[in-house]
């Protein structure tokens, strides 16, 4: 594991947009910000050293989508370089409401808010947040321990 993550700074990622994810007239089609958040919360925890399948595979944890609400301002076009933005914004003890931006340059394109819940893989119920994870992006380690997998 790195260490924790900042949470006063928004980690960013680049992403070109190519052809397979613009619409008949090369802009960008709505749905493909999500694909873009979803890509960069990936890569957030990659960066703070935790793995998504490993993290499943050690804790028996993962994230699901519960809530999205995404605000579209301006268009990006093929070719287009972005810098999609990750910073969490509410921490529970099983869920994370994560800020996110899409940026082409100093140009807003879109924004939004995903709330991300932690369920058991196997019986897909509500659970802590692993203190491996909670430690690495920075959460305060309150309560009991997280029964994790042997």
Not at 44 to 70: K, S
Not at 130 to 140: K, N, R, T, V, Y
């Amino acid at each position: 594991m790195t260490a924790a993550a900042d949470p006063t700074t928004p980690f960013r990622l680049p992403l070109r947009v190519y052809w397979e994810d613009t619409d008949a007239g090369g802009i960008v089609f709505y749905a493909n910000y999500l694909k873009y958040f979803e890509r960069a919360r990936t890569e957030w925890l990659r960066a703070q050293g935790v793995g998504q399948q490993a993290l499943r595979e050690r804790t028996g944890a993962m994230f699901v989508v519960i809530d999205t609400r995404v605000r579209y301002r301006a268009p990006a076009r093929l070719d287009d370089l972005l810098h999609v933005t990750v910073q969490v914004r509410h921490a529970g003890k099983a869920a994370l409401t994560i800020a996110q931006q899409a940026w082409r340059g100093d140009t807003l394109l879109a924004d939004g808010e995903i709330r991300i819940g932690c369920v058991d893989d196997g019986t897909l119920r509500p659970r802590r947040i692993p203190s491996e994870l909670a430690a690495a992006i920075g959460l305060p380690a309150d309560g009991p321990p997280t029964q994790e997998r042997a």
